[in-house]
């Protein structure tokens, strides 16, 4: 017992002396990611931004990562750890990690903590998102215009705000377009499980859908929609190898710009906790080219919504809508304030089924 | 709700898609139990399988390559498990672990320019007219070969565990490794090879991952397969019948949870999704209620070192 006191004790030191020796020369930034950087989907993006700082910002600042962290506590041990490392700005970048987040940030009120898609905040806790929903109101109105079975698959993660909110955003703009069209949703309850992923896509093309959507992070539903000749979209990147003919567009996450920002602040000394929810105007949501399949027309007014959402003058929820249970949501031409959006939990009117609990 | 778009054809089809990959490990890690060595890397071995596979397959063209190339690659990674644990007396549980870590990284650092590509399409049973029957074709006569090699390698494993001397030796060297010994059989030259062979069982439902079910490369695309499988050698309790029953069960389920939600049944996923463990929780129970049975089926030197004294 007292051997291990020393070697604590040693260890203590070691890392107290790593972190002074750092602290006046570079910014030290640390990853933490859900899923392995080479998913070609949402932690692929995340580390292109962290890539991103390494080239705006050179040697003024070291960068690391840890990829595959779960959202439970092991995600406080990585990021304890970072923290005792000398780590200045910790970027956790998965919704489950918000509670550890905070836990973390209270032990170390000098790390700068930046947690994205949350919606907890501290003094040394920044959140960021970006307005997805803008990206599925462009792909769900493609996908009403594409649908000849007037079935679009949607392969859900878990039921957060973020991913209702996408799932009512495609419906609403697919609707539109198709009044006919409906929505079949399976949860998979998962970010990232590649086989689980494909037999959802499987299941919902053995149903009739002829366009998969999807809020997972993996790019294995485009793989299936590939064989089956179906058409699906581009989740977080734009997965155009893994589907040449299968893919129609793609939601593109950037985080580059907004990342190499928040570095520069903690360099300046400007850093300070904010809220960030950035949509297609400043880029940190951008939409893949369109394929060729998609009709000339449909480019058009698909191009047409995504300059309208960039310049304001359009909103993804805008009334008259009707929450699932008939109830009045949104008045004609009223939108939806960024309140609710971040706490979205119910579906709008015509989707089917229930959000699970 | 609409059942009618729900084809129970479609669903067993699918669902002996997704069991395929952990039915191969699954048997694999029951023969290697069965010698009395507890090699939890089996996410490791299915891992490194599904890239050799999938990197042989590509450079080739052919996926029966890719598979081959599986199985050695599988028992390649499960041989320094072997001699870890066999020669240096390493604890199984450890070593297994560090063999998981060590494949999930080792694959990821292979299959770095892989990603994005599409492997050369696998066969399927096609017997003219017999192929076409509706129903009974479908079900039986038309499946992708591997289901049917993977069916066929537990019957021969049931075959050589229950009627052959070969069997008969393994499971006596996983019963009672002294007694084995001072019956002159090489203890540990038995349970490297079956290491080995539970490495290319892993290393095979790892490239039926890559090569058939999803079918492409991902990192970590196994995503927790390797852990089904031993829980299932366990839902089992080391039979080898039972494999098919379990495998076909987990993968049944997550195959109708997901069908289900697609027709619009209001489920509860998370419990659907938790039963295959709750079950073998159970069995785990039950077995180590009744200690007569747990000694009929576990084997009794498993996970324990074998030292040869003399």
Same mark, same amino acid.
């Given at each position: 017992m007292k051997l291990f006191k020393t070697l604590l004790a040693g260890a203590a030191i070691a890392v107290g002396l790593t972190g002074a020796a750092s602290a006046g020369e570079k910014l030290k930034v640390g990853f933490i990611y859900? !899923?392995? @950087? !080479? *998913?070609?989907g949402w932690s692929y993006e995340h580390d292109q931004g962290r890539l991103a700082i390494e080239a705006a910002l050179g040697d003024k600042v070291e960068t690391t990562y840890v990829e595959s962290v779960p959202e439970s506590a092991d995600s406080e041990r990585v990021m304890t750890q970072m923290a005792l490392s000398g780590t200045d700005l910790i970027f956790a970048t998965s919704f489950n990690y918000m509670d550890h987040v905070l836990n973390v940030a209270k032990k170390f009120p000098n790390v700068k903590f930046e947690h994205a898609t949350g919606f907890k905040r501290a003094d040394n806790v920044s959140t960021y998102s970006a307005r997805f929903y803008e990206g599925r109101t462009v792909i769900g109105h493609i996908a009403g215009n594409m649908t000849e079975t007037n079935t679009i698959g949607y392969i859900a993660s878990y039921p957060i705000p973020e991913v209702i909110r996408g799932i009512n955003s495609a419906y609403i703009a697919a609707k539109k377009v198709n009044p006919d069209v409906k929505m079949k949703i399976v949860w998979v309850f998962s970010w990232f499980d590649p086989g689980k992923e494909a037999d959802a896509a499987t299941a919902l093309i053995s149903q009739g859908a002829d366009i998969i959507m999807q809020? @997972? *992070?993996?790019?294995a539903a485009m793989t299936i929609a590939e064989e089956k000749g179906i058409y699906a979209f581009g989740q977080a990147? *734009?997965?155009a190898q893994f589907g040449p003919?299968?893919?129609?567009s793609a939601i593109i996450d950037n985080w580059g710009p907004y990342y190499v920002a928040r570095a520069q602040a903690a360099i300046d000394g400007t850093w300070t906790s904010t809220d960030t929810w950035d949509g297609i105007k400043p880029g940190m949501v951008g939409i893949g080219a369109f394929s060729d399949k998609i009709p000339a027309d449909v480019q058009a007014s698909a191009t047409a919504i995504k300059d309208a959402l960039s310049a304001g003058t359009m909103h993804s929820f805008t009334g008259p809508l009707n929450k699932q249970d008939g109830s009045v949501w949104l008045k004609d031409g009223e939108t939806a304030d960024d309140g609710t959006l971040a706490g979205m939990n119910f579906y709008v009117e015509g989707i089917d089924g229930e959000v699970p609990q | 709700m609409d059942f009618s778009a729900l084809s129970p054809v479609a669903l067993i089809v699918s669902l002996m898609v997704a069991a395929t990959p952990i039915l191969l490990a699954a048997i694999g890690e029951l023969v290697v139990e069965k010698s009395g060595v507890l090699n939890l890397g089996v996410e490791g071995m299915m891992i490194i399988g599904a890239i050799c596979g999938f990197i042989v397959a590509v450079e080739t063209g052919s996926p029966w390559l890719g598979f081959l190339a599986a199985m050695a690659g599988g028992a390649a990674i499960s041989f320094i498990f072997a001699i870890l644990t066999q020669y240096m007396l390493t604890n199984q549980v450890a070593t297994g672990l560090a063999l998981t870590l060590f494949g999930l990284g080792f694959a990821a650092l292979l299959g770095h320019s892989y990603a994005g590509i599409k492997p050369p399409k696998f066969g399927k049973l096609d017997i003219p007219f017999i192929s076409d029957i509706p129903v009974i074709g479908e079900l039986v006569f038309s499946h992708d070969y591997m289901i049917y090699i993977s069916l066929a390698i537990i019957a021969g494993v049931w075959y050589f565990l229950t009627r052959t001397r070969g069997g008969l030796v393994l499971r006596a060297a996983g019963e009672n490794h002294d007694a084995a010994h001072a019956l002159g059989y090489k203890v540990i030259r038995i349970r490297i090879m079956a290491i080995l062979f539970g490495g290319a069982m892993a290393g095979l439902g790892g490239a039926y991952l890559s090569?058939?079910?999803?079918?492409q490369w991902t990192e970590g695309m196994t995503a927790g397969a390797g852990w089904i499988a031993l829980a299932l050698v366990v839902f089992a309790s080391w039979k080898p019948w039972r494999i098919i029953l379990g495998a076909y069960l987990f993968g049944g389920i997550t195959v109708l949870q997901l069908n289900l939600q697609a027709a619009g049944a209001n489920i509860p996923v998370a419990y659907l999704s938790m039963t295959p463990y709750l079950v073998t929780i159970i069995v785990l129970v039950i077995m180590s209620a009744d200690k007569k049975r747990a000694s009929l089926n576990a084997?009794?030197?498993?996970?324990r070192i074998f030292h040869a004294s003399n």
């Open positions: 859900v !899923g392995p @950087t !080479g *998913d070609f809020h @997972t *992070d993996s790019p990147s *734009d997965m003919n299968a893919r129609l | 090569l058939v079910r999803v079918p084997p009794a030197c498993l996970g």
